[in-house]
């Protein structure tokens, strides 16, 4: 079966060499050699006690995450390390795929079933599997995972949802969980476009008194308010967001944050305190760079000092989370099969339009909602 694959540079010869297709794709300066390949089935052997938890699946959509850049990144330098050797792997972190085998143990899942990873973290048996995301290699067609790392979803559930639908899921529902929220209070979640965020924001819609959402990009505003967004205020400076005349209007008005959902802390945690109420609370789950590397020695104490204490005599909760359970993406799934989970697909790519599917997934920042590519 054909397989989208990073390629070595031997690899990429050894395929124009036999007339094959070898797509070039520039991400910050660096350039990555991809094809549609073919790809042998990898061993599996349902009669062999080795295999007796273990599935393997025929990948039916995939697509790529913010940390995909970075994996992309560290695969090629791993790749580069063999010159002179053909490697060729896989790339992406989510999927939706059919079940084509399974062990003789495998309980959960049977041939036919369609099924997306379970990133459970940080792990439901550590004697068995790894905790976290399953693979990062979902763009392989032909894979071999185990039981504990895929749940079942209906055959309703569409496929290019069914390809953008764990990670972002698991990690907002796991925020949502563990904020323990009463449906009382106002929220305010940054990077609006973000696919983190536009997960929440489905997730919280009519469960919160009021949802306020940070974004810099003009044609989303109005996409934003249809998913559920009461404000939408457009950030012309995101080092400055504190500052914008809307939020501070809108936190005048209701009383300010009670919650502050937040996908990239380096970013924009510093500014957020000062809105973030008394016995408030904070969540993020990851960070875009380190910004307070760019500030002095002396600067950063000094911001790092103010910023502490205006944490602590807010009596602030900070909560810092990695992905979600079985449990939060099993309540992700039956919500949108019931209509309660609006999610959002930008646009899907198939039949090689390889570069076209990379640079919209990770070089354009007007998109609204996740890239799929389908095989």
Do not use: W
Not at 79 to 92: C, M, Y
Not at 252 to 273: A, E, K, R
Not at 355 to 368: A, P, Q, R
């Amino acid at each position: 079966m054909k397989s989208l694959a990073l390629l070595s540079e031997k690899a990429a010869s050894l395929l124009i060499d036999e007339g094959e297709i070898v797509h070039d794709f520039i991400l910050y300066g660096n350039k990555y050699q991809l094809a549609i390949i073919e790809k042998n089935l990898p061993e599996f052997n349902p009669e062999d006690e080795q295999f007796d938890e273990l599935v393997l699946l025929r990948k039916i959509a995939f697509s790529l995450n913010f940390r995909d850049k970075g994996m992309l990144l560290y695969m090629q330098e791993l790749i580069n390390k063999d010159q002179g050797v053909p490697v060729q792997v896989g790339i992406g972190s989510e999927f939706i795929a059919e079940v084509l085998q399974v062990g003789k143990k495998v309980k959960s899942l049977k041939v036919g079933d369609k099924v997306i990873p379970n990133a459970h973290y940080p792990s439901i048996d550590s004697k068995k599997v790894y905790g976290g995301i399953p693979s990062n290699h979902a763009s392989s067609a032909l894979d071999v995972l185990h039981e504990l790392q895929l749940i079942s979803v209906p055959d309703t559930m569409n496929e290019e949802v069914g390809a953008i639908f764990s990670i972002g899921c698991q990690t907002a529902f796991g925020m949502i969980r563990r904020l323990q929220l009463d449906g009382s209070g106002n929220v305010l979640i940054t990077s609006g476009t973000s696919s983190t965020s536009l997960f929440i924001l489905a997730a919280l819609k009519g469960k919160v008194n009021h949802i306020t959402v940070l974004t810099t990009q003009v044609s989303s505003v109005a996409k934003l308010k249809e998913l559920g967004a009461d404000d939408v205020v457009l950030i012309t400076d995101r080092n400055k967001i504190n500052e914008e005349g809307q939020l501070l209007n809108i936190y005048n008005q209701v009383g300010g944050f009670d919650v502050v959902v937040d996908p990239f802390s380096d970013i924009y945690l510093p500014q957020l305190v000062s809105l973030i109420n008394v016995n408030g609370k904070y969540v993020t789950c990851g960070i875009y760079y380190q910004s307070f590397q760019n500030a002095n020695n002396a600067n950063n104490d000094l911001l790092m000092s103010q910023f502490l204490l205006s944490l602590i005599g807010k009596n602030i909760t900070m909560i810092f989370n990695c992905l979600g359970n079985t449990e939060d993406l099993k309540l992700a799934v039956e919500q949108h099969i019931n209509g309660d989970l609006p999610l959002q697909v930008d646009s899907v790519f198939s039949d090689g339009q390889v570069v076209d599917f990379l640079t919209k997934s990770f070089s354009e920042s007007e998109k609204f909602g996740k890239v799929v590519y389908k095989y």
